[in-house]
């Protein structure tokens, strides 16, 4: 297989800082596109994956996965893109095409499991995939998404995850006019779920540990703000909510939060994997018929479902545009929750 070099940044360990370094795409094929990569978001998995914190970590890593960029490459067979396309590519870049989730466009939960866009195992080349902090991309037709071009590229980028991770279960749990959403963290992930909330016609409240964060939620669309630290605020909310995500990305308490589901109301978390810590107490669950469930990402059809409503509601991310080789400060403000509300890179930067 034909072979090109592009720059990047990625890291070679755990606790190494991230840097520049030089990885290889494959040279487009029949159904290819090669995107120029003009902004890519930095997602708080990039930072898990950076620093293994998920085990599993393949190094050199180079995350990534809220790309936007322009087509610079189509092959024979592609009919869905032209050169000077605006294009995107979010946290998948294949699948099996072929079991029962991806047969119904769930390709997230494809069974024999799906092509991360980074830190998966490549088909093609045989190497892991490696991300967005890099000039350029190849990605198979079927993964590539078209960009409302009303929408500012740059701030459109974490559409591509963090937009999708929490439209997918909004639409699952069929939120619509008069649904009462709680989102818990406001982050990137969290700062999406509010706007799009918002757009779908909920009531949207915020749960925050961060009081200096309440104007910014009310700005973006919040109805309410309830500090989780704050035990009085907490009751006043119990059985408020049909739908709660969540979006802390570490071990925390949910008995704090499933009293205020109403009856029949889920808690669905996205943000953290592993055990939680302390158990979840079974009794709100029982005595309200309540439910906690997880969701991942979203299928390519129900992302391109996102990016179109954004386009007509314009909808895109409050973001702080960064360059490249300000990627591991950034982590360091993410780990901090001081990002306002999501970092972009400008790949302009690694290309001087
Ligand atoms: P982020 O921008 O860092 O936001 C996380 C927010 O959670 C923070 O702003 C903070 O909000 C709150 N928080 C942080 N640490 C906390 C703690 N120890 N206890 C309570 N609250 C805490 O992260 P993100 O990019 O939105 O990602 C959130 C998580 O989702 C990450 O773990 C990421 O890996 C995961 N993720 C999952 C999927 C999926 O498909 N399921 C997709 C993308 C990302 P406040 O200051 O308001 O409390
Ligand atoms: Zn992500
Ligand atoms: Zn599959």
Redesign the pocket.
Known sequence: MEKFEVKAYGTYAAEASLKQLTIERRQVSPKDIEIDILYCGV???DL?TARNDWGGTMYPAVPGHEIIGRVTRVGTEVSKFKVGDLAAVG?LVDSCRECSSCKEELE?YCIPGFTGTYNSKDKHLGTQTFGGYSEKIVVTEHFVLKVPENLDAAAAAPLL??GI?TWSPLRHWKVDKGSRVAV???????HMAIKLAKALGANVT?F???PE?EKDALDLGADQVVI?TDDVQMSKANRKFDLIID????A?DLNHYTPTLNINGTLVL????GGLEPMLNTVPMIRGRRSVA????GGIAETQELLDFCGEHNIVSEIELIKMQDINEAYER?LK?D?R??FVIDLASLKN
């Open positions: 997602c708080h998995s898990h946290c997230q995850c963090a991770t818990v963290g406001l982050g990137g992930l969290g915020l925050s540990r961060s964060k989780s979006t802390v990305p570490y925390h996205v943000g953290y994997l997880g969701s991942v990402i993410m929750s990002v509300y999501r």
